[in-house]
């Protein structure tokens, strides 16, 4: 099983922390009281930020053979011994059991071990003491089961986990499980509840999905033993595996009137939205700057999504309200109905020059953004979302009539060998902010099902990034009506932007179990792309560190019989690297625009030189991140319109902004 991350922040965060603290708050004063918090490094580890509580079936019914030689609750003291020695040390955990204690009883359950920093020898021993006697009462030791979880700090993005063992359906009505289960779940974020049936069908199946879908979590089918230990290990990795958040608390409006007003410098923040919601910011903008504005959504991994369901936003020029019409869009969705997984939307203000076109060029001003949670009546996640922001600004270079040309479209994929040397050992990230550092070469990992990880590949200017992702054989289960689940590698620019995919690469796909690959790259580097309409090559507009996100979707966890799937990535960072954005820049020497292979490092090693930082007291739990800034110098108008009538094509040329 794939280890879990132990990752901090490097040296330079403290020092981080000490130049963001002398700096002012990023306030939300004009609308409401602000929450922001100057503190950069979180200074708790990967084992503190969550919890997680099991509740084990011990009714009567777990006293039965379950096929192997064993009764049921035997195998499950197996099942949560194996677990606990694989979850990392100090993470919270306890052990909640029901009918264990006496025959009859719907108010039968009690927690045989505290959530408190992980003792493994205490909860084996409990597990070890229980008795099957009783009831099923699965709602009201639901409710209890969250009470015995620690309260998060006010604002926490924490993990909070209920995971319930069961071999069969509630027997007491009240309160009914499903009903419990979304009561718990709508009061607060990162709450989720994860059950897995232990040799169940027909109705006691039904129900545990039920439970699962209404509380935020997945549903784990174990149909044996050896499923039992295979599901409980996901489950139990997937609660520590949470995304980690880095930014500053801000509570967007709930109109253009009261739109929260975010920093003019480039920074990071963190917010939450519910089913429906649309959250207001506010910004004032120069009239030169390229300004970049995303929204990554994070719904609990595997929860019950639509492939249409996702986040919206829209970006407003000065002067412009909800009743004015935005001037730029962004859709972003989960493209499948196999559970959630991170979604992100950015929306870009891009300048015209010459005559190259721009993006919501309308001058210096206030500036409205808005992110929509879009949904449907199908989807079944109601919690709400944890949103984090990233607002960046790129100067304009000085000698804008140097600036080298866009790129050309990248080629197929048979154009660009990537390296067959040995495979080295990563760990992905969790989100952007603890993306593993990959460079040329060959990587290999493990995901879960229902997991994203995530890589950073330096890119320099003139370069551009080919990769291949690699699922392997592994073995499967005998599953009749399930064959398959969703594969994806997406590409994102160093401003958070997706960069879509084109004929002859295969970002998306399917996999059965067998060898799959999907195919995947970006243009090249280049300032001037950003006035180039194709959109896989408008967002590669800036040197930096692009993110590989590779998901696999939770529906694995029915077909594959190992409890992870090991991939390999196969990174080329093709060119050589410019010292700038001008079409005569001399080369960079700088170690992370070398196209070697570079040691995988998490990322967080790195400190940050723009208004963002870490609320560590306020909960805001997430490793340090660099980051990634445009180049600086005075605005100059004058000087790229002769030159960009011989532009490339490619280029939309005379039009205005969409």
């Not at 993005?157 to 009903?179: A, F, N, V």
Request: charged fraction near 25%; include cysteine; aromatic fraction near 6%.
């Amino acid at each position: 099983m794939r280890r879990l991350h132990t990752r901090i922040a490097g040296p330079l965060a403290g020092g981080m922390a000490l130049l963001l603290a002398a700096r002012p708050l990023v306030g939300t004063a004009q609308a409401r009281p602000s929450t922001a918090s100057a503190t950069v490094a979180d200074k708790k580890s990967p084992a503190s930020r969550g919890s997680l509580v099991m509740v084990l079936d011990s009714s009567g019914s777990m006293a039965d053979d379950d096929g192997s030689g064993s009764t049921r609750i035997e195998t499950a003291r197996k099942a949560v011994g194996t677990v606990v020695d694989k979850l990392p040390d100090g993470y919270r955990t306890g052990l909640r059991v029901y009918g264990a204690d006496r025959a009859r009883g719907c108010t039968d359950t009690r927690l045989a071990q505290p959530v408190r920093p992980l003792d493994r020898g205490a909860i084996k021993k409990a597990v070890a003491d229980v008795r099957p006697k009783g009831d099923t009462p699965i709602g009201h030791s639901l409710r209890k089961a969250a009470e015995d979880l620690p309260d998060a700090p006010r604002g926490s993005l924490d993990q909070r986990t209920i995971l319930l063992i069961s071999d069969g359906e509630d027997t007491c009505g009240e309160p009914p499980p499903c009903e419990a289960a979304a009561e718990l779940a709508k009061k607060g974020i990162n709450l989720r509840i994860d059950t897995i049936g232990f040799q169940v069908r027909g109705k006691a199946r039904k129900q545990l999905q039920c439970v699962a879908d209404s509380g935020n979590g997945h549903y784990y089918d174990a149909p044996d033993a050896d499923a039992l230990v295979r599901q409980l290990e996901r489950a139990g990795q997937l609660s520590v595996d949470g995304y980690r958040f880095r930014g500053k608390r801000v509570e967007g409006g709930d109109s253009p009137a009261t739109a929260a007003p975010l920093s003019e410098k480039s920074g990071q923040y963190v917010d939450s939205i519910g089913l429906g919601q649309t959250r207001w910011y506010s910004v004032e903008m120069d009239g030169t700057s390229t300004n970049v504005f995303s929204a990554a959504g994070i719904p609990q991994p595997g929860s019950d999504q639509s492939r249409s369901a996702g986040l919206r936003t829209k970006l407003y020029g000065p002067g412009r309200g909800v009743k004015g019409i935005a001037c730029r869009t962004d859709h972003g969705y989960f493209r499948s109905d196999d559970g959630g997984m991170p979604v992100i939307s950015s929306v870009p203000r891009i300048p015209r020059l010459g005559s190259g076109s721009g993006t919501c060029d309308r001058g210096a001003g206030r500036y409205l953004l808005s992110v929509e949670r879009r949904t449907n009546k199908r989807t079944a996640d109601r919690a709400r979302w944890p949103l984090e922001l990233r607002y960046d600004v790129e100067k304009r270079p000085e000698r804008t009539d140097r600036l080298a040309p866009p790129a050309d479209p990248p080629g197929a994929a048979e154009e660009a060998p990537l390296p067959r040397t040995d495979a080295r050992r990563v760990q992905g990230g969790t989100g952007f902010n603890d993306a593993a550092k990959v460079g040329t070469g060959v990587w290999r990992d493990k995901i879960l099902p229902g997991q994203t990880l995530w890589y950073r590949v330096p890119v320099g200017w003139g370069q551009r990034l080919r990769y291949d992702v690699e699922f392997g054989n592994e073995p499967t289960v005998d599953r009749p009506g399930v064959s398959y689940a969703r594969i994806r590698a997406l590409t994102y620019s160093p401003k958070r932007q997706e960069i879509s995919s084109r004929p002859g690469f295969h970002a998306l796909g399917t996999y059965r179990g067998t060898e799959k690959t999907l195919v995947a790259g970006a243009a090249q580097v280049s300032w001037s792309n950003r006035w180039v309409t194709r959109t896989n090559i408008r967002p590669v507009h800036a040197a930096g560190e692009h993110y590989i996100a590779v998901t696999l979707s939770s529906r694995a966890a029915r077909i594959a019989e190992n409890p992870d799937i090991g991939i390999t990535l196969r990174v080329g960072v093709q060119g050589e690297a410019r010292s700038g954005p001008e079409r005569d820049a001399k080369a960079d020497a700088s170690p992370d625009a070398s196209p070697d292979g570079s040691s995988p490092t998490p990322a967080g090693d790195a400190g940050g030189g723009d208004d963002s930082g870490d609320g560590g007291d306020g909960g805001w739990s997430g490793a340090l991140v660099a980051a990634v800034a445009g180049g600086t110098g005075l605005a100059l108008l004058a000087g790229l319109g002769a030159w960009y009538a011989l532009a490339r094509r490619g280029v939309r040329r005379g039009s205005g902004p969409r």
